[in-house]
């Protein structure tokens, strides 16, 4: 009797390991960690669903230059304090500035660069696949 | 159809539970028979799919609970510790209004927009803003086993200007893209954006959309790609 509730109970806890999400983020989360953690900084996680109620995908993948590929946009501090990429909005006009660092670097330390809370598909660098884009 | 199979089959497998079972537990095991299925279907996403975008009178559920988000604290990505996680939007606070879907953000981008209930900036600059909408539907994968898939431009162009597609990633010229699911999984091709910020592929009937018509009577063909489409380019906000 004694070996069945043991059986039982390691199934029952192996069902709630399976069950319970993992590093997910938001559909559409990207985090960038290229630099920042070098630097000293948590990692950035870029949130496209707060960004898509305000703009239109070609404010940033146009005007902007980010390339809608993960991995492959350098973006350095530098960048944005002269105005470009983020840098082109989050200069306290449109939206708070590069002053506020916490904001953007809210990351998880040690997290992998890359999308995530992708769900099913391997979208441009699934997680796994940044690696192999990064140049 | 699916409802009643599946009806039949919850009264079989009572029939049989109720059957084996001694009698003093029968009723006991009904209502777990019956609570268990109360349960699975509450799991199973109903959902009216195939025209949701073109039948603008479609019952979409609007506005749903901000539990459906993980708060950003809880969410795996954020530091829980950093010192701005409260002043972040929550994903619920900023989704919950919009209407609702259970795929990729739990809302239905295009809807939201075509329905006002976010009004996204075109440009930096909203008075530079030029935006070119282009109502043109493009048929494609016509001789597949799938149902056909309608391109909307009309959509694609809200949120997109033409150079964000064309010419690198499409070529404008019917047939001349090799569209492939399996380059679309690796994230090529529809899959740069649809399967990790645009709706995920696993929506097969957002874009397989136009049922196939049997052999010899008059199958839709790119010739005319959609009868009513017209090109209309005009500046917007």
């Known amino acids: ?135 | 159809m699916f409802y009643n199979a599946l009806l039949a089959q919850y009264r079989h497998m009572i029939a049989e539970l109720t059957k084996r079972c001694p009698s003093k537990f029968s009723r006991a095991h009904r209502v777990l028979g019956h609570v268990t299925v109360i349960l699975l279907l509450t799991c199973v996403p109903w959902q009216a799919e195939g025209q949701w975008l073109q039948d603008d009178r479609a019952q979409l559920p609007l506005g749903q609970s901000e539990k459906n988000w993980t708060p950003l604290d809880m969410d795996g990505v954020h530091d829980p510790a950093g010192p701005a996680i409260r002043q972040l939007q929550e994903p619920g606070k900023g989704l919950s209004e919009l209407p609702a879907h259970e795929s990729g953000n739990r809302v239905l981008w295009a809807k939201a927009l075509d329905r006002g209930a976010i009004n996204p900036r075109r440009a930096i600059k909203p008075s530079e803003a030029k935006v070119q909408v282009l109502d043109l539907d493009i048929l494609m994968n016509l001789r597949g086993g799938m149902p056909i898939v309608r391109f909307p431009h009309r959509i694609h162009t809200q949120w997109l200007a033409c150079d964000n597609c064309h010419e690198q990633l499409f070529k404008s010229q019917i047939g001349a893209n090799k569209l492939s699911m399996y380059m679309m999984l690796q994230g090529e091709q529809c899959g740069l954006c649809h399967g990790s910020v645009a709706f995920p592929l696993t929506q097969c009937s957002f874009c397989h959309s136009v049922s196939r018509k049997p052999e010899g009577s008059d199958a839709p063909t790119n010739q005319e790609p959609n009868k009513g489409a017209t090109m209309t380019a005009g500046e917007k906000d």
């Not at chain 1, 938001?26 to 707060?50: C, S, T």
């Not at chain 1, 953007?104 to 690696?131: I, M, N, R, W």
Request: charged share 20%.
């Open chain 1, 1 to 135: 009797m004694k070996v069945l509730a043991k059986q039982w109970l390691t199934m029952l806890a192996v069902g709630f390991a399976l069950a319970a999400p993992s590093a997910q983020g938001e559909y559409g989360d990207v985090v960038l960690n290229k630099q920042a953690e070098k630097a000293g900084m948590r990692p950035v996680v870029f949130p496209h669903w707060f960004h898509r109620l305000r703009f239109t995908c070609n404010v940033c993948h146009n005007e902007k230059g980010f390339k809608m590929r993960a991995g492959s946009n350098d973006v350095t501090m530098a960048d944005i304090i002269d105005g470009k990429f983020c840098g082109m909005c989050h200069n306290n006009e449109i939206a708070w500035s590069a002053e506020f660092c916490n904001r953007c670097h809210s990351g998880l330390p040690g997290l992998e660069g890359g999308f995530y809370g992708t769900q099913e598909t391997a979208g441009p660098g699934g997680v796994g696949d940044v690696k192999k884009r990064r140049h």
